[in-house]
């Protein structure tokens, strides 16, 4: 197959371990679509009942046809709620989850909190270092936010130099302590130039916390997180 033999001249010899060499692989199937090549889906030799058969090879290219169509359909879905920069969801996605818990609150009960997080004179920092460093700033804050989060938090990129985060569950309290812990280790950190490695500065955050209340809507809820963003910001920052 012509998408294989380009991934193998990509690769070259280095590109294969011994372990790999070992397994003596001898089916091998492109999970390729409009995207181009995903991957590639490969068989060892059958441990029962001789070689395979063509009707054999002919089920299994039917098989990885439909498991390459899953996969690129996967990866599909994957970019429409992310951010391409940060790796983090993006606004409509965040959106979308904070009306999901709203209604879920409003039926079912509980709590939920948010924190809108705005990086400090981000401008500043691009005008200084450059905008190659504020990409690497802003990937780096996103790993930092993503790593103080449970499994069960939303944490997106919602535009420019600002982030958001969804709380299911928590308190004002807990939502404070984690806002507490982002503020730390992001003042901790230094951002490095991804084209020199060479450490070139810090990044402070402002964030403003908001919990649910009774029957409150999402726009409200963001509302006010919003708005504790901007008295974090007035109050003077970090």
Known sequence: CEAIERLVAELGADGFTPAFHKLGLELFYPLSGIGG???VFMLAPKLLGGAYTQLERLYLDRMIRFLAV???NVLHHESSITDAKT????????????????????????SAGVLMIDADH???????YGHLAGDEALRSLATMI????RNEDTVARFGGEEFAILLPGASVEQGEQVAQSVLDRIAASRIRRIDSHESVGSVTV??????????ESA?????RADQALYLSKKGGRN
């Open 37 to 39: 090549l995903y991957g």
């Open 70 to 72: 899953g996969v690129q």
């Open 87 to 110: 790796g983090l969801y993006n606004h409509s996605y965040f959106s979308q989850r904070l009306d999901d818990e709203c209604e879920r609150i409003k039926r079912h009960g509980g």
């Open 122 to 128: 981000f401008k500043l920092f691009n005008d200084r």
């Open 146 to 149: 993503k790593e103080a989060m």
């Open 206 to 215: 402002s964030i403003g916390v908001a919990r649910h209340r009774a029957g």
């Open 219 to 223: 726009e409200s809820l963001y509302g």
